[in-house]
């Protein structure tokens, strides 16, 4: 059974970063003229901070060192975040973004841009802005009406206790 490269750096290093109590997102080798980019993604629902990050960073560097995984070549190994416009794939993305405005593109066709107010096993309660001065409103959206979603920024979100207050 043949894996690639990403498969075995994979299966290597994501036990050291649950170890970490940070998730493995993203696993991806660049080649960037004759060196190699090592490029690796952690998130968990807490988030993962500058030290966090140095840390997993620093621990996959020695497992990396002591094996032969990256083969005999230079490599530079960079360790971050998803980012703030992060794709969501997986259950616990949709979890994580609870709270958050998500632009969805919908089996159906067409596009949604929605507040997640919760996620569960079968799908999310969304709040949908008001057009033109009408209220929001509510909806359910199961995952499989979902083809694509992503994290929306905000620049001029309110604060919650503030739209209370209005």
Known sequence: MSTTQSERLRELLEPLVSSQG??????????????????????????????????????????????????????????GTPGAERPLTEHRHYVRATGRLVRFQLAEGGELVARILEADDDGLDLEVPGVKGRKATTRRLAFDDITR?????????KDNEKEEEA
């Open 22 to 79: 940070l998730d493995l997102e993203e696993i991806a080798v660049d080649a960037v003229g004759r060196k190699r980019v090592l490029r690796v993604v952690v998130d968990s629902d807490t988030g993962a901070d500058l030290d966090r990050i140095a840390d997993v960073s620093r621990a996959l560097s020695a497992k990396l060192d002591e094996t032969d995984a990256m083969g005999g070549g230079e490599y530079t190994l960079e360790v």
């Open 149 to 157: 979603a992503r994290v929306q920024v905000e620049f001029n979100r």
